[in-house]
């Protein structure tokens, strides 16, 4: 079964840091772009940040350039979201999701985990 | 930034009854739209990529259409598992952007 999973989300105050995690399973995961979308609570998606198949390229929202840091590990088959510098504004669900091949609509999404940055 | 526009943003619809979301992009994007479904407390499922094309495991009550700047997403008749919400993508440029989402309540 073709599948994302998350983890590492968690309460912590501004100016802290998380890191995500997305493990993949069921299929050839170096051969997908792999992405980042957040949802505010009663918010609409946002994306955060993409990565090439070799991590070579890497794309950020600009609300969270120099902040974040998207990352991945062909081998675990498993993707990252580095996260510092931690506002309120960055309180969301945070789901990895995988690009199709063929073109860049998200066809493959985790179940999201939760990040919250209360003071 | 390309800014995705989706109205209404409530659809009031009785089960059985066509559904009719709109989605405009405010610049030329092709036909790199995709249309997501999300329900309460779950991740978004694709639906439709390229503006029209159904992905996989999608009925074929979902339809979608448009290219350019306006976009239209289609339920030919309503079932009780497709209230849920609906949102627009672009990925024609970077950064890609969503619609702000249009719910489809029971009427």
């Known amino acids: 079964e073709v599948q994302l999973v998350e983890s590492g989300g968690g309460l912590v105050q501004p100016g802290g840091s998380l890191r995500l995690s997305c493990a993949a399973s069921?299929?050839?995961?170096?051969?997908?772009?792999m992405t980042w979308v957040r949802q505010a609570p009663g918010k609409g998606l946002q994306w955060v940040a993409s990565i090439k198949r070799d991590g070579s390229e890497k794309f950020h929202v600009d609300s969270v350039k120099g902040r974040f840091s998207i990352s991945r590990d062909n081998a675990k088959k498993s993707l990252y979201l580095q996260m510092n510098s931690l506002r309120v504004e960055d309180t969301a669900v945070y789901y990895c999701a995988r690009d199709r091949a063929q073109d860049d609509a998200f066809d493959i999404w985790g179940q999201g985990t939760m990040v919250t940055v209360f003071s | 930034e390309i800014v995705m526009t989706q109205s209404p943003a409530t659809l009031s619809v009785s089960p059985g009854e066509r559904a009719t979301l709109s989605c405009r992009a405010s610049?030329?994007?092709?036909?790199?739209l995709a249309w997501y479904q999300q329900k309460p407390g779950q991740a978004p499922r694709l639906l439709i990529y390229r503006a029209s094309t159904g992905a996989t495991g999608i009925p074929p009550r979902f339809s979608g259409s448009g290219s350019g700047t306006e976009f239209t997403l289609t339920i030919s008749s309503l079932q009780s598992e497709d209230f849920a919400l609906y949102y627009c993508h672009q990925y024609n440029n970077w950064p890609p952007t969503f619609g702000g989402g249009t719910k489809v309540e029971i009427k």
């Open positions: 610049h030329y994007i092709s036909s790199n």
């Open positions: 069921g299929f050839t995961f170096s051969n997908f772009l």
